[in-house]
Structures are given as C-alpha cells and as structure tokens.
C-alpha cells in the first residue's frame, strides 16, 4: 500500500535556528498536509498543499508541494519554545484516503 | 479546543474485553473519522461516516466496528481486545466528508489493554 517516509525522525535544535522536515514516498499524492500534535492533544492542520509546486506559508511555516507529487517539505524559521511538538505529514492519493507520516519529533533547546 | 469531544479520555481493560469509545463532532459537522494512533504505526485511518452512513473504509480489524448516530455523535466499539490494541484513537470531524475538507481533531482517547 500507499507509504509516506518522513524525516528526520526527531531534531534537537536551538531556539532561533531554522528547522527543515520532509516527507516522501513512490506514490503521487493529490493533496498534501502537515499537522502539528502536542502531548495530550490530537493533530492540528497546519498547511494544506493542493497543487504541485505549490509554497504556501502560514507565519514561520512555510510547506511545498513537490513538483513530483511524490514529497513535500515543511521548514520552520526562528524556532521558538512553542515550537516544541510532533510534526506530521499527510497525502491524500486517488482514494481519497489519508496516508499519514510516522512524524517528526521536534525539540527545542534553550 | 478543537470543538471535537472524546470520551473517555483514558480507558484501562484487560484482553478479551470489549470497549466503547465515544465522540462528538463539532457543531455543524456532519462527518466523522477515526484513527488509531500507536508508537510503531503511527496515524492509521480506520474509518469514515457522514451524516450516519459509513463513507471510507481504511485499516479497521473485523474486531471493531463504528457507528453515527442521528444526532451525529459516533461510537467506535472495539471487541476481544488484544495487548496490541493499546493505542491512542482519534477522532476527527470535517464540515461535509469530502477529500479536502479540513478535520478538526479531538484530544484522543488512550486505550490500555492489560
């Protein structure tokens, strides 16, 4: 079935530095999200991507479709404490079902 | 606050029993998702309804089922538990059920299976 090969599986960083994700698979997927999820609650939508190529930025997120269909990338600049959080990656194929990442575990050092 | 409910929010129960877990969709929203989420899986879709019909199907064992009900609230039945049912299961709800609907998710129920 569908797959979706997200990473890094978790970073360590420093509050203020930049922070790159991405996801990837061998399949083409018509839709792409990323959602964030912090301990005890459930996924928040993020950036939704509809069309290949496609940038879109929502404050310090900015997320791509890519003009393969097959990835996408979401980056984070001037990371800040809020920040900290699991980061995940969704494609929506033909089937109209949602195929998820296995996440990014992001961590922020003081 | 996502306007999504679940309920309970932690659930203990030992192999062999049968569980049901609760959720309420936002206000409006006639769709409802439910997912799995354990630490070697990730996010798994298990199933889909709108407006009380079953619309998609995904990774759901025979073992569970769901339902809507009228006034939309949903319940996912989960039956002779296994230790590897544990999870956390999400429910979602979107506006209309379609492909690029946003969906809004709730806080989770974490299943222990002992």
């Known amino acids: 079935g569908q797959q979706l090969n997200q990473s890094p599986q978790s970073m360590f960083i420093q509050e203020g530095e930049d922070v790159s994700m991405n996801c990837t698979s061998s399949s083409i997927f018509n839709t792409w999200l990323w959602y964030k999820q912090e301990p005890g609650e459930g996924p928040v939508l993020l950036i939704a991507l509809y069309k290949a190529g496609e940038l879109t930025s929502n404050g310090r997120l900015t997320a791509q479709f890519g003009i393969t269909r097959k990835d996408s990338f979401l980056n984070i600049s001037a990371s800040i404490p809020s920040d900290v959080g699991i980061y995940f990656c969704a494609g929506l194929g033909g089937d109209d079902k949602i195929i998820f990442g296995k996440g990014t575990r992001l961590h922020i050092l003081p | 606050d996502s306007g999504v409910t679940q309920t309970p929010k932690h659930l203990i129960t030992a192999t062999g029993q049968r569980v049901t877990l609760r959720c309420s969709p936002r206000?409006?929203?006639?769709?409802v998702y439910w997912y799995q989420q354990s630490l070697d899986q990730g996010l798994q879709f298990l199933i889909q309804?709108?407006?009380?019909?079953?619309?998609a199907k995904g990774n759901i064992l025979e073992r569970f089922s769901a339902q809507q009900f009228p006034d939309l609230h949903s319940e996912l039945n989960l039956s002779s538990l296994e230790l590897g049912d544990s999870a956390l299961y999400f429910c979602a709800s979107s506006v209309s059920g379609g492909a690029v609907d946003t969906q809004y998710f709730g806080p989770g129920t974490r299943l222990t299976v002992l």
């Open positions: 309804y709108y407006n009380g019909e079953e619309r």
């Open positions: 206000s409006g929203d006639l769709s």
